[in-house]
């Protein structure tokens, strides 16, 4: 399986926790797992790449286990007890220099993990209900925290005592009442200490930890329901947000507004990320699509349908078009790629068609039928 793991250019954990690759090139997706007996506990909670040269994979799985997967040779190569399930799934996975890995859980302990070591070397706690973890790309050893009632939290893994920024609460609302707090998703945006948060309260923040301001910078709201996922489209001021009935937008980091929305999708967005230099946003969720839009047009790209719920995902950072230079595609599965609404029209068409049993009668039947009553109380009344 190694030349067909060469080909993929996305990578997606599912509920069933299976590992799924697609080659967008070839138009073909892939399952890979490493055992016969798939459970609900296999199944795959967090994606990352485990080096720069994007060779191996880390598959966070709610079972408490991390395994490797080498894109290399399109197998499984190393699991890892890194957590135990009673802690909550996985909310986050990075990669550190030297084989070492980042783990954090639900409950909001957050581990350091040498390669040779089965002891965490080093272990903090985040807060409760944690919902997300996420690295900084620029300072590997930096993570950003945030969930439920557990706001923004910046973290210095070489310095692990205490947060080196912590997000004070929004104000009070014009009640004076307290306004909740429920970080699902964060990110660190490039060239500034600024990091974006989206909320269960269909909210956008913006926070700079480099401002004596502990509170937002800036606050948007989208929508009406609760945004699961962002990501930073590459060389912009915006940032791409999707929400539980399948709305992804596009909103202006500056400004506060929003730039535009990609449509076609079915169910909740569970992930969505920005390609690193292509103008392109991966989504995935509830519905069991992939769906590549491109983000100047905003026109949907590709449609690929993958069988089971979607939890995760992960681009390369090549050409997602790209091939892979590899040849032979052994265990392959054809993926039919839809035109958006094609699935629906198709399930439509094949469908009996059922008649009703009682024509409904047009107003001019029923106005007819009402004059021809009045006409008949009227000779009624004439012969009496």
Known sequence: ???????????????????????????????????????????????????????????????????TFSTEKGAFTETRRCGDPAEGCFTGLAALTGGALVTCAECGTLRVWREDSSEPVAELDAGKNVCRMRQS????????????????????LEKPEKPVFAAKNLRDDWLDLRRPQWVRDMAFIPDSDKVVTCTGYHQVHVFDPSSPQRRPVLEVEYGEHPL????????????????????????DLRK???????????????????????????????????????????????KVYLKSRLNCLLLASRDLEDGGGATGDRGSQEVKEEEEGGDEDEVWDTMERVEEKTKRKTTEEEEEELQKKKSKKKRKKGQD
Do not use: Y
């Open 256 to 302: 506060g507004v929003v730039r535009g929305c990609l449509k076609g999708l079915a169910g909740g967005v569970r992930a969505l990320q920005c390609h690193a230099s292509q103008p392109v946003v991966a989504s995935c969720g509830l519905d069991r699509f992939l769906r590549i839009h491109n983000l100047e047009d905003r026109k949907l790209q590709h």
């Open 137 to 156: 790309p620029v300072n590997r050893h930096k993570v950003a925290t945030g969930g439920k009632e557990n706001g923004l939290k910046i973290w210095d």
């Open 1 to 67: 399986m190694g030349d067909t793991s060469r080909l993929c250019s996305v990578w997606l954990g599912s509920e069933t926790g299976i590992l799924k690759g697609v080659s967008l090139s070839r138009k073909q997706a892939f399952n890979f797992c490493n055992t016969s007996h798939l459970s609900r506990d296999q199944e795959v909670r967090a994606l990352c790449w485990g080096d720069p040269a994007e060779s191996e994979l880390l598959v966070g799985s709610v079972d408490g286990t991390v395994k």
């Open 228 to 251: 699961t996922a962002l990501s930073l489209p590459a060389g912009g001021n915006t940032v791409a947000v999707g929400n539980t009935h399948g709305q992804i937008a596009l909103l």
